[in-house]
């Protein structure tokens, strides 16, 4: 089993707890205003080997900001040894958008990994009607409360080297593609770093920014598939 | 959408992001109040901060070295979270016993202090913890190994209702001078024990009951027998992790953060005599709340000092400090009489294994109650424990507590930090500030919620 830190960001009302809900509970709450109580969850995929095919279990142990972000005061212990962000703007907010561009500044500066993976997620996919996929439907238009064009977000993400995805965490549309996408990346990052390790025995320090146990994955085992 | 007008009510106010506001703030969310915490400063920590490099040199040096200057010999800024008060945690210390009751452990990684150190006659020596320690250390010659010996096993099976455990010693009428009589212990012994162990900063314990020194001498041998090599912790990246993580517990708990944020008004209600808290003023409006909780920064009028002045000097090395093996860590404490002073003098070490410099370097600070009117002078014998030194950083607190204990205005003050080396009296204040507070003394309940973890 793999562990990878990942973090939220955003700001307030973009959706990141939904996300996180729909990923951990494959549930969504209509009323879920801010974050109370849980902000500490744990979700496991399992990504596959492109080369011996096998199963790796990766475990995110996934970090909301508990409103912390809201009046600028998240901790810096919330960055450190982060692997991957999500870094989450509202299609239906016009300004989400350029609060998502500093907060991509922000993560930068912050964390020191080169290697970090950073998702820039749109959210709130449903309340966006796509003309292009609906095939023009004149009569839903009022419907479409889009407001931050998918290219915009999309050159935006190229320029910076980050992954890009419109996503609904309401009808949960791209959501889990989103996380194997991050899982997928930061095995194939890691790969080398827990090969150098697994040779040198073990690896003993804890001060290590990566906390991994490699498990041996049982490879032949049938009902060890992809969810 | 969600940017709704921002709730001006709550049920405590708390002002300061020091360890013991923090503590109180995640106490008291998890309680289920209404928690607003406020920082007039843009980082969490207060005086009890961990900060970088280039904050250290602006803090304490007129002339600050440049950026190329500080990087080409100290490395990235990032790597360096230095502590402005230095601590350790007992291992089985209140501390400890918090943050794993409130579960603050999930965000905290901690490491084992490798030595704890006492200076003797011009050298530094390993403390011995427990009984086979005590026969191999050179610090007693054979005869005083073995009265050494018996006074710990004492110590560790003396049992409270077991009367022939106590052989022949009341806790609460013996002095710990007629304890050390008993067991026929000489100066240097007790020096050790009194000062190394028992963590007395001077020799006013003697002349005490016994009981409070006893308790101390066994804090430091269980915490020692639980890893092994010293009775300390220490948290990766720095003390100002601890705030970062109880301040993260109370917003969990739906406390509400505000960094940055100066009080500009403090709001009463009633006249002079009997006025009551009411509310603060800020820049992001005006809050209220039937009490609040604040460092003395906050009401430098409701605070007196205790005549207490605390020297600290961070130190940096780029070496381990001499004598003492590789050490990545150690505590070494200097007692009173071996140089003519009357309070002990700590010096706490940690290094690039903690994540608190960059790699290479190590942390060294020293600190002491001010004695003279010369306060630099009275660090000399540590300074010279330490060898080659970089740079040095030296500053002098004084120790502020509150006049009154907040049952009259519902203020609430906490005190400063005090020169001990360990956390033991900041929980005392944070269990007497919660007392205070909520009327019932705090009881430690395992969070509930645990890890929502599916598959």
């Known amino acids: ?227 | 959408m969600d940017q709704e007008t921002i709730d001006t009510e709550y049920d405590v106010i708390v002002l300061g992001t020091g360890i013991t506001e923090c503590i109180l703030s995640g106490l008291l969310s998890v309680d289920g109040k209404k928690v607003l915490h406020i920082d007039k400063q843009d980082h969490y920590g207060g005086e009890s901060a961990s900060v970088t490099l280039s904050q250290l040199y602006d803090k304490f040096k007129k002339s600050p070295i440049s950026k190329e200057d500080r990087e080409a010999k100290f490395g990235k800024d990032r790597d360096w979270n230095v502590d402005l008060i230095p601590k350790f945690l007992m291992v089985n210390g209140e501390l400890t016993n918090i943050l794993v009751h409130t579960d603050v452990t999930r965000y905290v990684d901690f490491k084992q202090v490798t030595g704890s150190y006492v200076f003797k006659q011009g050298k530094i020596y390993k403390v011995p913890a427990n009984e086979y320690e005590a026969i191999s250390s050179p610090l007693m010659g054979i005869f005083e190994k073995r009265r050494m010996k018996k006074f710990l096993e004492w110590i560790s099976s003396y049992k409270e209702d077991e009367l022939n455990t106590h052989q022949g010693l009341d806790l609460d009428k013996n002095t710990m001078e007629e304890v050390y009589a008993k067991f026929g212990l000489g100066n240097s012994t007790k020096e050790f024990i009194g000062h190394a162990m028992a963590l007395w900063t001077n020799d006013e314990y003697l002349q005490q009951i016994a009981r409070p020194s006893f308790e101390r001498i066994l804090l430091y041998c269980q915490s020692v027998a639980r890893y092994g090599k010293s009775p300390y912790l220490y948290p990766m990246y720095g003390l100002g992790e601890l705030p970062q993580g109880f301040a993260r517990l109370s917003a969990i708990y739906g406390g509400t953060y505000m960094l940055d944020t100066p009080i500009e008004e403090v709001l009463y209600d009633g006249e002079a005599e009997s006025k009551k808290f009411k509310g603060v003023k800020t820049k992001l409006g005006t809050f209220t709340a039937p009490l609040v909780i604040a460092d003395p920064t906050y009401f430098p009028d409701k605070c007196k000092s205790t005549g207490q002045k605390v020297i600290r000097a961070i130190c940096v090395l780029n070496h381990p400090i001499p004598g003492a093996g590789d050490s990545d860590s150690l505590q070494i404490i200097i007692p009173q009489s071996q140089v003519n002073r009357k309070n002990d003098i700590y010096i706490a070490v940690v290094s690039a294994a903690h994540n608190v410099c960059s790699k290479g370097h190590y942390l060294a600070i020293i600190s002491t109650i001010v004695e003279t009117s010369q306060p630099h002078v009275e660090l000399e014998s540590a300074f010279k424990l330490l060898g080659p030194i970089e740079e040095k950083f030296m500053g002098i607190a004084e120790i502020f507590e509150p006049k009154e204990d907040g049952s009259k205005d519902n203020i609430f003050l906490s005190r400063s930090y005090d020169a001990s080396s360990h956390f033991e009296s900041m929980t005392d204040d944070v269990k007497d500030i919660y007392f205070r507070v909520t009327g019932h003394p705090l009881v430690l309940k395992q969070r509930e919620d645990s890890l929502q973890a599916t598959t």
Not at chain 1, 38 to 56: P, R, S, V
Not at chain 1, 126 to 137: Q, S, T
Not at chain 1, 182 to 204: D, H, T, W
């Open chain 1, 1 to 227: 089993m793999l562990q990878f830190k990942l973090v939220l960001l955003g700001d307030s009302s973009v959706g990141k707890s939904s996300i996180v809900h729909r990923f951990v509970k494959d549930s969504f709450d209509e009323l879920r205003e801010s974050t109370i109580g849980a902000a500490f969850l744990a979700q496991t995929i399992k990504i596959k080997d492109t080369e011996t095919q096998e199963d790796i279990d990766i475990k995110f142990e996934i970090w909301d900001t508990a409103g912390q972000e809201r009046y600028k005061s998240l901790a810096p212990m919330y960055y450190r040894n982060a692997n991957a962000a999500l870094v989450v703007y509202d299609l239906t907010q016009k300004n989400s958008l350029s609060k998502a561009m500093s907060w991509v500044d922000e993560l930068k500066s912050k964390v020191g990994d080169e290697d970090l993976v950073i998702y820039l997620v749109g959210n709130k996919l449903d309340l966006c009607d796509n003309v292009e996929n609906r095939g023009g439907k004149e009569q839903e238009e009022e419907e479409n409360k889009r407001v931050v064009t998918t290219q915009e977000a999309d050159s935006y993400a190229k320029d910076q080297g980050l992954l890009f995805a419109e996503i609904s965490a309401k009808t949960g549309q791209g959501v889990k593609e989103v996380f194997q996408t991050i899982g997928e990346k930061l095995y194939e990052i890691k790969k080398p770093e827990l090969l150098a390790k697994k040779n040198r025995e073990y690896g003993r320090n804890s001060s290590e920014a990566v906390d991994i146990n490699i498990q041996r994955p049982n490879t032949n085992d049938p009902t060890s598939c992809c969810s």
